[in-house]
């Protein structure tokens, strides 16, 4: 049996992603900049495909631009904020401890350019306070920028509560919202959002292609110079097929979200139920609260890198945290947030179920995990000395 059990990372095209961008390629592949019949197609698909886009989250059309990625998004966001920032005087940022890395690397810099970051706990349910993040806005806070849903252990944060705080305070509001997006209901003007950042290749589009939601009026500071494309502020010729391929899998996605939502959450948490069984085991994040498709657990004893390669050889793929840093001997920076010792936090595994997903599968997954452990912890030293008294155990 083969299950791919890693969709937080990437998920597979989906048929009508792969079918929009094939007459982007063979038909209509002029440069939207030109002024020829082949160039003007593509502009008026790239002008609709920002129109639907922009319908999926309630934002207005020029509200929309498109970026390589939800990395880039972020950066974009995060540098226009300062920027804005800066010009006031005010260079104040709040986020959290447990933010993407493409988050956490773009406020280190600006912390070497003069800001101030304060990273607000996340407990050990993973969960933002919103009273905690009032009580750390100050006069010269310019931007509050905290992710919907972690892409670690999948807890989404009450972004509506802190919408409204930001508003009410004057702050500007930034969501990464990678994980969330084509599997939450998104809407930015409800959430009294300001900027927004979303990745294709989480959803069944393409990889590459991604968008950054920038409500009107918020000026943008570029990353790339040197073209006049996305009104001035995202150089560079656009990337038509990614964009409608991924304008597709948005439309396709949200248009499931109910549906898919409900039978992944409880193939969710049929999961977190068998994996629970297996003793000194935790599950991470808040049980309710989390992705429909999110399963993050820590097993006391083992190293997370082996448990994946067995897995593998089981046919299962699964991950111990975020994509970006799978090459790092590190522990998840994430797990650390929420209270996670060093030694249970290696020992993690990160499942994230597709929609097409069954109970026969969810099961195998179950069983081949406990299977998994037990031998692990068969040989492992750190596993004797817990079992014989000589280290405490730290889950129970």
């Not at 900049?33 to 003007?40: A, K, P, V």
């Not at 009032?134 to 807890?155: F, K, P, Q, S, Y």
Request: overall charge negative; aromatic content about 4%.
């Amino acid at each position: 049996m083969k299950i791919y059990a890693d969709n937080a990372a990437t998920t597979k095209m989906s048929r009508t992603a792969i079918d929009a961008m094939i007459p982007y390629m063979e038909e209509i592949y002029g440069n939207p900049s030109s002024l020829y019949e082949i160039g003007q197609r593509a502009k008026e698909a790239l002008e609709e495909a920002r129109t639907e886009v922009a319908a999926a989250i309630n934002a207005e059309p020029r509200e929309i631009y498109f970026t390589s990625g939800g990395s880039e998004a972020d950066n974009q966001a995060l540098r226009s904020a300062a920027e804005i920032g800066k010009r006031k005087g005010i260079k104040h940022i709040i986020s959290t401890a447990f933010e993407h890395h493409a988050i956490l690397h773009t406020l280190n810099r600006l912390e070497k350019e003069g800001f101030e970051i304060t990273l607000l706990p996340v407990h050990e349910d993973g969960l933002v306070v919103p009273q905690e993040l009032e009580a750390a806005i100050r006069e010269d806070t310019c931007l509050v920028t905290i992710m919907t849903a972690n892409n670690e252990i999948g807890t989404i944060q009450p972004i509506a509560e802190i919408g409204a705080i930001c508003k009410k305070h004057g702050v500007l509001f930034h969501t990464d919202a990678v994980q969330a997006v084509g599997h939450l209901p998104t809407d930015v003007k409800a959430s009294q959002i300001d900027m927004l950042s979303a990745s294709a290749h989480k959803f069944h589009g393409p990889k590459g292609t991604g968008f950054l939601y920038v409500r009107r009026g918020v000026p943008l500071t570029n990353l790339i110079e040197g073209g006049a494309q996305e009104k001035g502020k995202r150089a560079g010729t656009e990337n038509i097929p990614g964009i409608m391929s991924m304008t597709a899998a948005l439309k396709e996605a949200v248009a499931g979200i109910e549906k898919n939502s409900a039978h992944q959450a409880a193939l969710r948490d049929r999961l977190i139920a068998g994996l629970k069984e297996i003793p000194h085991s935790a599950l991470n994040g808040d049980a309710v609260k989390r992705l429909p498709g999110n399963v993050n657990f820590c097993f006391e004893g083992i190293e997370g890198e082996s448990l994946l390669l067995l897995l593998d050889d089981k046919g299962i793929s699964a991950s111990s945290g975020s994509a970006c840093t799978s090459g790092s001997l590190d522990p998840s920076h994430v797990l650390l947030a929420i209270g996670r010792v060093h030694d249970v936090a290696h020992g993690s595994l990160r499942l994230s179920l597709g929609e097409e997903i069954t109970e026969e599968e969810v099961d195998y997954i179950i069983q081949s995990v406990r299977e998994v452990v037990e031998y692990l912890r068969s040989f492992s030293p750190v596993w004797r000395d817990l079992v014989n008294g000589k280290t405490p155990f730290l889950l129970p």
